[in-house]
């Protein structure tokens, strides 16, 4: 398993930098500073196909112009989108060994909530293509948070084609095309002509999204995008999508796993 960086892009003089974990199957997720964000998840095919596997995009113009923060972490509240969350903050970001750890101190009022937080966000990618998200968050005085991933899997690797075609399981239930909604199931599987993801969480359940707000004006990188382009899996704090209460003394933590596989490999 190998960890590079390199300069991804410069705002006011302050450096965006690009963060890619690869292993020897040639799967690759590639971070970004600004916004704790995925850019991209790739994993060649049988036929060498090596598409982006994940809404993401190739300059820092490119993510400041959508309607939409694809592959941020959205905090404190995933609904409530302000200038002051997350997303909108260059993270600090350091390799340890296998794993590069994010992190984001914001002082009193930094993100419109009390008291001093920490967010640090681990990323790990094994040999057997398992890519491990490891979330907590620390305070020093009570906070109101609800955040969460904006992460938008598109295994056919073109967002000009709709997810109507790919199989989503939820759990143990059978699987069906993709539609939206809160489930407490805490994985999923979700499957393409040449590529398969497998979720597990340790989260509350998962909101499923389609992302139909996606419409042909939307443009990827030249491509123009499609209504149910991609399919959402964001794991939730509560069963209900409701913000959770953390406090000094009880941090909150989740920790997702997400496998890929392609071709004759897959799940």
Same mark, same amino acid.
């Given at each position: 398993?190998? !960890?590079?960086?390199?300069?991804?892009?410069? $705002?006011?003089?302050?450096? $965006? *930098?690009?963060?890619?974990?690869?292993?020897?199957?040639?799967?690759?997720?590639?971070?970004?500073?600004?916004?704790? @964000?995925?850019?991209?998840?790739?994993?060649?095919?049988?036929?060498?196909?090596?598409? %982006?596997?994940?809404?993401?995009?190739?300059?820092?113009? #490119?993510?400041?112009?959508?309607?939409?923060?694809?592959?941020?972490?959205?905090?404190? /509240?995933?609904?409530h989108r302000t200038r002051a969350g997350w997303q909108?903050?260059?993270?600090?970001?350091? !390799?340890?060994g296998d794993a590069v750890t994010m992190s984001l101190?914001?002082?009193?009022?930094?993100?419109?909530?009390?008291?001093?937080?920490?967010?640090?966000?681990?990323? @790990?990618?094994?040999? /057997?293509?398992?890519?491990?998200?490891?979330?907590?968050?620390?305070?020093? *005085?009570? $906070?109101?948070?609800?955040?969460?991933?904006?992460?938008?899997?598109?295994?056919?690797?073109?967002?000009? @084609?709709?997810? /109507?075609?790919?199989?989503?399981a939820l759990g143990a239930a059978a699987a069906t095309?993709?539609?939206?909604?809160?489930?407490?199931?805490?994985?999923?599987?979700?499957? #393409? #002509?040449?590529?398969?993801?497998?979720?597990?969480?340790?989260?509350?359940?998962?909101?499923?999204?389609?992302?139909?707000? !996606? #419409?042909?004006?939307?443009?990827? %990188?030249?491509?123009?995008?499609?209504?149910?382009?991609?399919?959402?899996?964001?794991?939730?704090?509560?069963?209900?999508?409701?913000?959770?209460?953390?406090?000094? /003394? @009880?941090?909150?933590?989740?920790?997702?796993? $997400?496998?890929?596989?392609?071709?004759?490999?897959?799940?």
């Amino acid at each position: 398993m190998s !960890i590079t960086t390199k300069l991804f892009a410069k $705002i006011q003089g302050e450096a $965006i *930098t690009q963060y890619t974990l690869a292993n020897a199957n040639h799967m690759a997720v590639r971070l970004l500073t600004f916004g704790a @964000r995925v850019q991209q998840l790739r994993l060649p095919n049988a036929n060498g196909a090596d598409p %982006n596997l994940i809404v993401g995009f190739v300059t820092l113009q #490119d993510y400041l112009n959508q309607p939409e923060p694809f592959g941020a972490l959205l905090g404190p /509240d995933y609904d409530h989108r302000t200038r002051a969350g997350w997303q909108n903050w260059n993270w600090d970001a350091a !390799i340890d060994g296998d794993a590069v750890t994010m992190s984001l101190t914001l002082p009193e009022s930094a993100d419109e909530q009390p008291g001093t937080q920490q967010i640090q966000v681990t990323h @790990r990618l094994s040999a /057997d293509n398992q890519w491990t998200q490891s979330l907590s968050v620390t305070t020093d *005085t009570p $906070i109101t948070i609800r955040p969460g991933w904006d992460l938008a899997f598109m295994l056919t690797g073109d967002p000009a @084609r709709s997810i /109507d075609h790919q199989q989503l399981a939820l759990g143990a239930a059978a699987a069906t095309t993709p539609t939206a909604g809160l489930t407490p199931a805490t994985s999923a599987t979700l499957t #393409d #002509d040449a590529w398969q993801l497998a979720l597990t969480t340790d989260a509350a359940g998962l909101a499923v999204s389609t992302f139909d707000h !996606i #419409d042909t004006t939307t443009n990827f %990188n030249g491509i123009l995008g499609h209504p149910r382009a991609a399919v959402g899996l964001r794991p939730l704090v509560t069963p209900d999508d409701q913000p959770i209460t953390v406090t000094a /003394d @009880r941090p909150y933590t989740q920790k997702t796993t $997400i496998t890929l596989q392609s071709g004759a490999e897959r799940i």
